[in-house]
C-alpha cells in the first residue's frame, strides 16, 4: 500500500479556506485516495475519496495532481467545528483495511 | 436513526478479567470492523467481517476474539485482559468493500482501561 505523507498540525482563520496536503508518491494505479477526519473524543468521519479527477461534495473539495502523487483537501470556508485530526488514506478500492496514519492536526481559529 | 453503537462506553478492568464490547448497527451493512486506537496514533484494525457468520484477522488480531451471529451485531471479546489492551476501540460498518467505495461509519467508541 501506498504510504501518506501529512503535516502534522496546521492552523486556519475562521471562514477561510483551509488546505490539507498529502503526499503519496508511491500510489499505484489502482489506488484512490480516502479522507476521513476525527473530531475530539468521537469516531472517525468519511469526508471524500477521488482516483484521479477533482471531486467535490458537500463537506469539501479534493484535488489530485495530474501525475497523482499528491493531492490537497479544501474545506472552503472553515469553521470552528471542523477542528480535527483529518486522515489521508491510499487503498485499493475493495479492501478492507484502512491504514489511518498519525495525520494533520487542524485547528480553527476564531 | 440511531446507525452505529457501541456499548459500553467506559470500562475499566483488572488484569486478567474478561469482557464482551458490543457494536450495533442498523443500516443493514454486510461488512462490520472492530479497531483500537493508542494515544496520538491512528486506528488499527483488530477483527473484521464481511457478512453474518464471518470473522477475519485484521493487522492486530492477538489476544482478541470476535463473533458476528447476527448481521446487525459484531462483539469483541477479551479473554483475559492485559494493560496493553487499555485503549479505546472503535466499531465501523460499511454496505460493502465496493467497488464502488462505500464509507465506513464510525460509532463513538469503547474507552477501556486496564489496570
Known amino acids: 500500500d501506498a504510504k501518506t505523507t501529512q503535516p502534522p498540525s496546521m492552523d486556519c482563520a475562521e471562514g477561510r479556506a483551509a488546505n490539507l496536503p498529502c503526499n503519496h508518491s508511491t500510489i499505484s494505479g489502482n489506488e484512490y485516495v480516502y479522507w476521513y477526519r476525527q473530531i475530539h473524543s468521537q469516531g472517525p468521519q468519511y469526508i471524500i475519496h477521488g482516483l484521479k479527477n477533482n471531486e467535490t461534495n458537500e463537506m469539501a473539495s479534493l484535488i489530485i495532481t495530474e501525475d497523482r502523487k499528491s493531492s490537497t483537501l479544501i474545506l472552503p470556508h472553515a469553521t470552528l467545528r471542523d477542528t480535527a485530526v483529518y486522515y489521508c488514506i491510499v487503498r485499493v478500492t475493495g479492501a478492507n483495511n484502512l491504514f489511518f496514519g498519525t495525520g494533520t492536526r487542524l485547528t480553527v481559529i476564531p | 436513526n440511531a446507525g452505529v453503537t457501541q456499548t459500553p462506553k467506559f470500562r475499566v478492568l483488572k488484569t486478567g478479567q474478561s469482557m464482551t464490547l458490543l457494536c450495533a448497527q442498523d443500516?443493514?451493512?454486510?461488512?462490520m470492523y472492530w479497531y483500537r486506537q493508542d494515544p496520538g496514533m491512528g486506528l488499527r484494525l483488530i477483527h473484521y467481517?464481511?457478512?453474518?457468520?464471518?470473522?477475519a484477522k485484521g493487522e492486530v488480531p492477538d489476544g482478541y476474539n470476535v463473533s458476528r451471529l447476527k448481521k446487525q451485531n459484531f462483539l469483541l471479546g477479551l479473554e483475559s485482559a492485559a494493560p496493553s489492551q487499555t485503549s479505546v476501540y472503535f466499531c465501523?460498518?460499511?454496505?460493502?468493500?465496493?467497488?464502488?467505495?462505500?464509507?465506513?461509519?464510525f460509532g463513538d467508541g469503547t474507552r477501556l482501561s486496564i489496570l
Open positions: 467481517s464481511v457478512g453474518e457468520g464471518t470473522t
Open positions: 465501523a460498518s460499511s454496505f460493502t468493500g465496493g467497488p464502488p467505495y462505500q464509507p465506513q461509519h
Open positions: 443500516m443493514n451493512h454486510e461488512y
